[in-house]
Every structure is written in C-alpha cells, then in structure tokens.
C-alpha cells in the first residue's frame, strides 16, 4: 500500500537542461510511483507560456505526469513564479489537480501550509508590484492573446532580465520576511509550513505565538542532483536523487 508522500520544486525544466528532465522523468518512473501522491510547489518549469505550448520537453513531460497519475499517484501542483501561466487544459492533459497560492493539507492530523514561496519574499517590492500585474485576468489575457512564436522570444528575454536583476539584488531581499512568515501561519492556523522558490534548502524552527514551528525550504535541482522531502506518515526525510 502507498503511503509516503513526496513534495519537489523549483526544477526549472527548459530544453537547455536535459539533465534535469532526465531525472525528472526517471524520478516520475520510479520514486514517485511509489508514493501515494506528489505535490510540485512550483517553478516545474523555467517558463511556462501557455498550455498551447508542447515544445520540448513540455509534451514528454506531460505524458510522463499522465502516467503516473493514471497509475495511481495523486499530483497536485501549485504554480510558481515562473510558471504562474499553467492552467485548466495542462491539468486536464496531465491528470494534476492545481492548488491555491496557499493550500493547507493534512499530515496525520497536522495541518500544513504549502506555497511556492514568493508570496513569502515581501521585502522584494519591485517583484510583488510585478506579481500583482501578472496575476491580473486582463495581463494574462493579454499575453496568452499573442502568437506562440511571440510567447517564446518573449519567455527567453524574461529570464535574461531576470538573470542581471537578481545580481544587482542584496541576498536578504530575496530571502523570505519572517514576519510574513509569522503572519500566514497565523492565518491559516497552521504550525508547519512547506515551500521552495528561495534555493536555499533548509529547516527551521521557531516560534508563533509562543508555540513550535517548522519551516522546511525545498532544494532546488540542478544538472548534478535533484531533491525530494518525504513524508513517510511519521516524520519528514530528505532524499537526495543522483
């Protein structure tokens, strides 16, 4: 019987990095075959530009997704900051089930906050200005409206700029506010919170409102090795994947 439950984000999947799709999908094949379900807490890929997008390797990894879901692991997936465009008709192709921006799942009676972690990041103000705009229905209706070729050029000029604009952006910003932090948990009467987007894979406890929390921040993967966090029923384990 499946029982372990598995949680990965931030593999920037792109045709410029075959590496990480190779083991993406042999982890698909194998490891997460044998879970009850996967949770992918965004930033699946470098840049999703709309679901009418089946350039490689965005086909085989659609049909590597409906195999495992059609073999019996529940995938849920919550859209990251550079994959915010993945919609109804790549769910429908993939068997996933899209998540809210904060979602609140249950571990064995504990209540767990997952998010892809940008929302966390508030001292960033030029970049939570931009994610308001992005989200809005007539900014993305405007940019699925455009050619697919249009998308594409559009999509690699965007993760240039991104590029040179975290170089010129002090570390700590880019980092999450512990105050924000503090406050979703609150809100959402959670004590344990999941997320990845910051690359940089740790876990921290602390306190809210005087009582225990935890915070584990997913690995990202690159070229030489990739990450999962499994929940086993019992406890979170790291596991490393070559």
Same mark, same amino acid.
């Given at each position: 019987?499946?029982?372990?439950?598995?949680?990965?984000?931030?593999?920037?999947?792109?045709?410029?990095?075959?590496?990480?799709?190779?083991?993406?999908?042999?982890?698909?094949?194998?490891? !997460?075959? *044998?879970?009850? /379900?996967?949770?992918?807490? @965004?930033? +699946?890929?470098? !840049?999703?530009?709309?679901?009418?997008?089946?350039?490689?390797?965005?086909?085989?990894?659609?049909?590597?997704?409906?195999?495992?879901?059609?073999?019996?692991?529940?995938?849920?997936?919550?859209?990251?900051? *550079?994959?915010?465009?993945?919609?109804?008709?790549? !769910?429908?192709?993939?068997?996933?089930?899209?998540?809210?921006? &904060?979602?609140?799942?249950?571990?064995? @009676?504990?209540?767990?906050?997952?998010?892809?972690?940008?929302?966390?990041?508030?001292?960033?103000?030029? &970049?939570?200005?931009?994610?308001?705009?992005?989200?809005?229905?007539?900014?993305? *209706?405007?940019?699925?409206?455009?050619?697919?070729? +249009?998308?594409?050029? /559009?999509?690699?000029?965007?993760?240039?700029?991104? &590029?040179?604009?975290? *170089?010129?952006?002090?570390?700590?910003?880019?980092?999450?506010?512990?105050?924000?932090?503090?406050?979703?948990?609150?809100?959402?009467? %959670?004590?344990? +919170?999941?997320?990845?987007?910051?690359?940089?894979?740790?876990?921290?406890?602390?306190?809210?409102?005087?009582?225990?929390?935890?915070?584990?921040?997913?690995?990202?993967?690159?070229?030489?090795? @990739?990450? %999962?966090?499994?929940?086993? @029923?019992? /406890?979170?384990?790291?596991?490393?994947? /070559?």
């Amino acid at each position: 019987m499946k029982t372990d439950i598995l949680f990965i984000s931030d593999l920037h999947l792109s045709l410029e990095k075959p590496d990480i799709t190779r083991r993406f999908l042999s982890f698909l094949q194998h490891r !997460a075959g *044998r879970a009850r /379900a996967l949770y992918i807490l @965004g930033d +699946l890929f470098d !840049a999703w530009i709309g679901d009418d997008d089946n350039t490689p390797p965005n086909k085989t990894i659609k049909t590597a997704l409906k195999a495992l879901s059609d073999a019996g692991t529940r995938v849920f997936l919550l859209q990251g900051n *550079r994959d915010f465009l993945l919609g109804s008709r790549f !769910a429908e192709q993939t068997g996933v089930t899209l998540l809210e921006e &904060y979602s609140v799942i249950d571990l064995n @009676g504990h209540p767990t906050l997952l998010t892809h972690g940008d929302l966390l990041c508030t001292d960033d103000l030029p &970049y939570q200005a931009f994610r308001i705009k992005s989200h809005s229905v007539e900014w993305q *209706r405007n940019v699925l409206s455009k050619p697919l070729w +249009l998308r594409l050029l /559009a999509a690699r000029w965007y993760r240039l700029r991104s &590029y040179f604009h975290k *170089r010129n952006k002090p570390l700590e910003i880019m980092d999450v506010n512990l105050q924000t932090v503090a406050e979703v948990l609150q809100k959402h009467r %959670c004590r344990t +919170l999941i997320h990845g987007h910051t690359h940089r894979p740790a876990t921290h406890d602390f306190t809210v409102d005087g009582l225990p929390a935890l915070r584990i921040v997913l690995a990202d993967w690159n070229k030489d090795s @990739g990450e %999962c966090l499994c929940w086993n @029923g019992r /406890a979170f384990q790291r596991e490393r994947l /070559a």
